[in-house]
Structure formats: structure tokens, C-alpha cells
Antibody, heavy 121, light 107 residues
Framework: QVHLVESGGGLVNPGGSLRLSCAASGFTFSDYYMTWIRQAPGKGLEWLSYISNSGRIISYADSVKGRLTVSRDNAKKSLHLQMYSLRADDTAVYYC??????????????WGQGTLVSVSS | SYVLTQPPSVSVAPGETARITCGGDNIGSSTVHWYQQKPGQAPVLVIYYDSDRPSGIPDRFSGSNSGNTATLTISGVEAGDEADYYCQVWDSSSDQVFGTGTKVTVL
């Protein structure tokens, strides 16, 4: 079955950088768009970015544009999120999810368990 | 940016029906998806394309979407349905948007 496992979270100083990874299994990774979504403590879900199956199409939320870089390695079935200039309000659980897309919409049919990023000095 | 508004909380007795709304400007012209998130767990898709259920989701969960409001309906609510619920749409200007979330409490 579909399995997504995030890694790379931890404690980082303000202004620092962090690289998150998501290992995929149980499906043909190269066939699917993938996405990153985060959730600050006690808050709602915030979509961050998606990347097409080939990696050629990428989109970011305006709130994080310029501070995040999403990438993927289809041979290794892995998704990555490079985060820069981290701030306290970037503290959150970061989820990767598989994207199902149709002619009119996208939705997220499988999610990982998330990895916690804490930004604090 | 596109905003999706949900009531912060909905309370329902076991066996009754819970209705969770998701309000947005002309949301009926978009397709809406719904997620359930239990404490300490990742979200789970419960409804996609307004009213379709993924495999494994009970038919107690249903959805509708018209005008400025989409609705997730949970019939015959059970204790295990207690969770946060989020709607989500794709908007041409904001890309992916989540609703503010609704906490469902089973009394």
C-alpha cells in the first residue's frame, strides 16, 4: 500500500536552513505530483508547494515563495523540501502527500505522518 | 486570496447528523475535498470531488456543494468521528486552499 515517510525535521536556529525528505513506496512514484503541507501547533493546515511528476512544474504558496525549494528524485522515490531563512513562525509539523489531479482540481489522497520542525534559539 | 470559512466547532450527539459547512465565494463552481484529522495523526481524505468517497470511508460520510457553501455531512455520528475536519479547493489565484477547520465533538 502507499507509504510516505518524512524525515529531516528538528530544532534549528532562526535564520537557519533545513532539508526535509519524504520517502515513498507502494506506488509508481514517477506517475504522481507530490506536495508539502504544514501545520503549526494548534493551527490549521497550510499548503506550501507541489511538484509535478517530472519535476518540471512547481508551485509555491505566496507566504513561503523564495524561502523554499521543492525537488524530487524519481529514481530514489524521494521528495525533498529545502527551507531557508527559517523563522519562529515556520515551526510546524511538515507533511508530504501524494496528489491526485483531475481536469478541474487537485486533492491529497495519501499523507505521511509528518516531521516536526522547531525554529528557536 | 481565496478564503474558505468553516465554523470552529460543531457538537452532535451519537447517532445524530453532523453538518460541517465550508463557505467561499462561488465555491459551487469549484470542486471541494474534505479531510479528517484525529489528534496526533495525519489528515485522511474522506470526500473528494464534492461527494465521492475513497475506498474504506463509510457511506455515513457524504458531501454536497452549491452556491457559496459546501457541506460535509456525517450521518449516524459515532464516537470515532470526533476529529478536526478541513475542506480544500484549488483556486486559480491562490492555488491550493484549506478551510479554517472545524472541530467535531461527539457529546
Amino acid at each position: 500500500q502507499v507509504h510516505l515517510v518524512e524525515s529531516g525535521g528538528g530544532l534549528v536556529n532562526p535564520g537557519g536552513s533545513l532539508r526535509l525528505s519524504c520517502a515513498a513506496s507502494g506506488f509508481t512514484f514517477s506517475d504522481y505530483y507530490m506536495t508539502w503541507i504544514r501545520q503549526a501547533p494548534g493551527k490549521g493546515l497550510e499548503w506550501l508547494s507541489y511538484i509535478s511528476n517530472s519535476g518540471r512544474i512547481i508551485s509555491y504558496a505566496d507566504s513561503v515563495k523564495g524561502r523554499l525549494t521543492v525537488s524530487r528524485d524519481n529514481a530514489k522515490k524521494s521528495l525533498h523540501l529545502q527551507m531557508y531563512s527559517l523563522r519562529a513562525d515556520d515551526t510546524a509539523v511538515y507533511y508530504c502527500a501524494r496528489v491526485e489531479s483531475g481536469s478541474s482540481s487537485y486533492y491529497f489522497d495519501h499523507w505521511g505522518q509528518g516531521t516536526l520542525v522547531s525554529v528557536s534559539s | 486570496s481565496y478564503v474558505l470559512t468553516q465554523p470552529p466547532s460543531v457538537s452532535v450527539a451519537p447517532g445524530e447528523t453532523a453538518r460541517i459547512t465550508c463557505g467561499g465565494d462561488n465555491i459551487g463552481s469549484s470542486t471541494v475535498h474534505w479531510y479528517q484529522q484525529k489528534p496526533g495523526q495525519a489528515p485522511v481524505l474522506v470526500i473528494y470531488y464534492d461527494s465521492d468517497r475513497p475506498s474504506g470511508i463509510p457511506d455515513r460520510f457524504s458531501g454536497s456543494n452549491s452556491g457559496n457553501t459546501a457541506t460535509l455531512t456525517i450521518s449516524g455520528v459515532e464516537a470515532g468521528d470526533e476529529a478536526d475536519y478541513y475542506c480544500q479547493v484549488w483556486d486559480s489565484s491562490s492555488d491550493q486552499v484549506f478551510g479554517t477547520g472545524t472541530k467535531v465533538t461527539v457529546l
